[in-house]
């Protein structure tokens, strides 16, 4: 059984400061890596993918992966009260069917 | 740009009754997704079918049945509704880079 973990919060950051968020997974030979935000009522939506160790940025958003200690986390520059969501994680190996993380519950506080 | 597009967005069964779920893209995918999400659970795989013709079991398939029509359209079906069924349902599709999901039903089984 292929498992896909999150902290399920939630995680509560000010105004202004940096959001990590993190997730492990069970498969090693996972190869895609992918960052859902969904508001509450809504469905969710990609925001990030990265397929190789290292950071990744888009934005005020950066993706990190680390294969060998099979770890992502999405950090959140500036957070924002609109950035107040639940973040899935979701894994990919080849061939094969995405597995979502529980989520994570993420509270930008004014 | 309609992406994947659910229907109905709300709906009440009674026990027993059944109803179909309808999904269709318009983004020319071949693969596309049934998933169902409940409080803590994350989302759920319940079928898939990677291309038109071929359906399988995901995790949770036991009372659903599905039908793809064709390459746009993928049908969920509940033959004999159950409580245990009340969830939120997300169809998708998926490229490469990641799944784009439609907007969901919710479901309600009294």
């Known amino acids: 059984q292929k498992e896909v973990e999150q902290n399920s919060g939630p995680l509560s950051v000010p105004e202004g400061a940096i959001a990590s968020l993190n997730c492990t997974y069970s498969?090693?030979?996972?190869?895609?890596f992918f960052w859902y935000r969904q508001y509450s009522g809504k469905s969710p939506e990609l925001i990030m993918s990265?397929?190789?160790?290292g950071d990744k940025e888009d934005g005020r958003f950066t993706a990190q992966l680390n294969k060998a200690s099979q770890y992502v986390s999405l950090l959140i520059r500036d957070s924002q009260p609109s950035d107040s969501a639940t973040y899935l994680c979701?894994?990919?190996?080849?061939?094969?069917?995405?597995?979502f993380g529980p989520g994570t519950r993420l509270s930008v506080l004014p | 740009n309609a992406g994947v597009t659910q229907t109905p967005k709300f709906q009440v069964l009674k026990t027993g009754q059944s109803m179909t779920l309808q999904c269709a893209q318009d983004m020319n995918h071949n693969s596309m997704y049934w998933y169902r999400q409940d409080p803590g659970m994350g989302l759920r795989l319940i079928y898939y079918s990677a291309s038109e013709g071929t359906t399988d079991k995901g995790e949770v398939p036991n009372g659903y049945n599905v039908s793809r029509l064709n390459k746009r359209e993928f049908s969920l079906r509940l033959e004999s509704a159950a409580p245990s069924q009340t969830s939120v349902y997300f169809c998708a599709s998926s490229a490469a880079d990641g799944y784009t999901f439609g907007s969901g039903t919710r479901l309600t089984v009294v």
């Open positions: 979701a894994v990919r190996g080849y061939g094969q069917n995405f597995v």
């Open positions: 990265i397929y190789s160790n």
């Open positions: 498969d090693r030979g996972s190869q895609s």
